[in-house]
């Protein structure tokens, strides 16, 4: 007579399925069925939440003020967004399927103690983009008090205490919990997306209609120039959302079923930021007409107004959503992520001070100072996460065949401990692949290697990792739970990809090993 369970919801329990301590929490435990609510609509309105927001329009809006043409940016937008939509889905499935966060699937690639290290990249990427929207909140605050009181215009300080001020409205969310704001999520994107809206009316008829606002011209004088800064822009498209990709199985973990997820991210994440991007591709045509040059920042833009209720009711909006997807995009990924490293000491509210202690030590005014400063942000940290992916889909899909043993995914000395807990196949991998990307930033002659850093870490890294694994022992790592327990009928309990969602409570059953 042999203890099993249907899923991972027990392993805590006192039936030899004990997990390791050091690698367990309950925000690391796998998800239950009772958790697993998310449906088609939910991802849809994910994506609509999360593409609804200031960085998204600053994201297009660079492209106008690199030079391009509204049709030039819109293009390129769509393509990056459906170019990341594949490692998106790819790494979504093992979340859907044996209901685990990211820190934990990482752990079947580069062993359970290597995993902090694809695990602090990503983290430390998330600290970035914290740091930003929180500078995006301050910028924010500033503006409304400008509008206000024009004197403040005068006081650089001013700047700065809505920064901290924001940054301490944040870290007081994260104290109190993410609950704490879930009330906002309701109306926030969609209000935005109004004022986003009405924004675009204004810009239209100071432009004069969207004759004058879209006719501007490209303003690339050779094929040359477009594709390089093409390249560049498309791999910042990618990078945008590089570490999504990577930590998108902390969502799909609650996914009802794989095509609940697989729809609803296919539908929501290109139609959603192509429809978001466009409101800012056509108000930075706009400010061409109207002021002579691109204004990329909407709040820059906004500051321009002598219309106070309408820049005063955008500005509050963009405050909300900041807020929002702050605290939703950047604080509960990292913090899991920083949970990873202790999970017996860091707990979510630590990691989440921790986040934006680091948020603020990038220095984000620095990235947001102009659009290549932007893009060349997105680009770099591309070069980081980009190798991840190409190894978490390579051991995944390639190596494992989709198969995890997910009670080892929380044991030492099981099938992922590898060399003392680390896979150092996965962490050369990773060398070579952020390697290759970013070695274009010191030698002038491979700069295109940069240019499509991403692309070019994923390759190196994957195309490594396989070659790598190849002559590992045990290549194919660990036989799934289902399939180590010979009962018939009992691998579509077992194994959520066959039949019932991973979890359920712990069963006595007869087996064989």
């Known amino acids: 007579m042999s203890l099993y369970v249907e899923g991972p919801t027990s392993l805590t329990d006192a039936y030899g399925l004990r997990a390791d301590p050091q690698l367990y929490n309950a925000d690391l435990a796998p998800t239950t069925p009772e958790q697993r609510t998310w449906s088609t609509y939910n991802y849809i309105a994910l994506w609509f939440s999360m593409s609804m927001e200031v960085t998204t329009y600053m994201l297009a809006s660079s492209l106008i003020a690199g030079g391009m043409n509204w049709k030039q940016a819109i293009a390129t937008v769509l393509l990056g967004n459906l170019i990341v939509l594949i490692p998106m889905l790819l790494n979504a499935h093992a979340g859907t399927k044996y209901g685990i966060p990211f820190p934990v699937f990482v752990r079947s690639s580069f062993g359970v103690r290597g995993a902090n290290v694809p695990a602090l990249l990503r983290a430390f990427v998330a600290c970035g983009w914290f740091g930003i929207q929180t500078w995006i909140g301050g910028q924010s605050i500033a503006a409304m008090l400008n509008v206000i009181w024009p004197v403040t215009a005068t006081m650089p300080f001013v700047l700065w205490a809505c920064f901290i001020g924001f940054w301490l409205l944040n870290m007081a969310v994260v104290w109190r919990g993410v609950e704490s704001i879930r009330f906002l999520q ?21 432009a004069g209609g969207f004759g004058p606002m879209l006719s501007a011209p490209s303003q690339f004088h050779t094929d040359s120039s477009f594709w390089h800064f093409f390249f560049l822009s498309l791999t910042g498209m990618v990078g945008y959302w590089a570490t999504l990709s990577l930590n998108i199985p902390d969502f799909t973990r609650y996914a009802k079923s794989q095509e609940s997820q697989i729809f609803g991210q296919a539908f929501g994440l290109p139609v959603a930021m192509t429809m978001y991007t466009f409101i800012g591709i056509a108000c930075t045509s706009a400010s061409t007409v109207v002021f002579g040059h691109p204004i990329w920042n909407p709040i820059t833009l906004l500051g321009l107004f002598h219309q106070p209720l309408v820049a005063f009711l955008a500005l509050i909006s963009i405050l909300i959503a900041t807020l929002n997807v702050n605290i939703g995009a950047n604080v509960v990924s990292p913090s899991n992520d920083f949970s990873h490293l202790a999970p017996k000491h860091i707990s979510f509210r630590t990691g989440g001070l921790i986040t934006g202690l680091i948020g603020v030590a990038v220095m984000p005014w620095r990235l947001m100072a102009s659009h ?25 899909f390639f190596i494992r065949g989709t198969r995890l043993d997910t009670e080892s995914l929380y044991h030492r000395e099981g099938p992922y401990e590898y060399y003392k807990g680390v896979n150092l ?43 790598l694994m190849g002559t590992a022992p045990r290549v194919g790592g660990a036989t799934p739970l289902a399939q180590r327990i010979k009962v018939p009928g009992l691998d579509k309990v077992l194994d959520p990809a066959l039949g019932n969602s991973a979890g359920a409570k712990a069963r006595i059953v007869s087996a064989t090993e």
């Not at 060398?431 to 070695?439: E, P, Q, R």
């Open 186 to 206: 309701s109306f926030s994107a969609p209000f935005l997306f109004v004022m986003s809206l009405v924004l675009l009316g204004f810009m239209t008829q100071k």
């Open 372 to 396: 290549t400063d932007y893009i060349q942000w997105l680009v770099s940290y591309s070069g980081l996460l980009g190798p991840v992916a190409g190894i978490m889909i390579a051991d995944y």
């Open 425 to 467: 196949r996965a962490l050369i991998a990773l060398a070579a692949g952020v390697f290759s990307a970013l070695i274009g930033l010191l030698i002038s002659d491979l700069r295109f290697l940069y240019d499509y850093a991403w692309f070019v870490g994923f390759g190196v890294a994957a195309l490594a990792y396989i070659a």
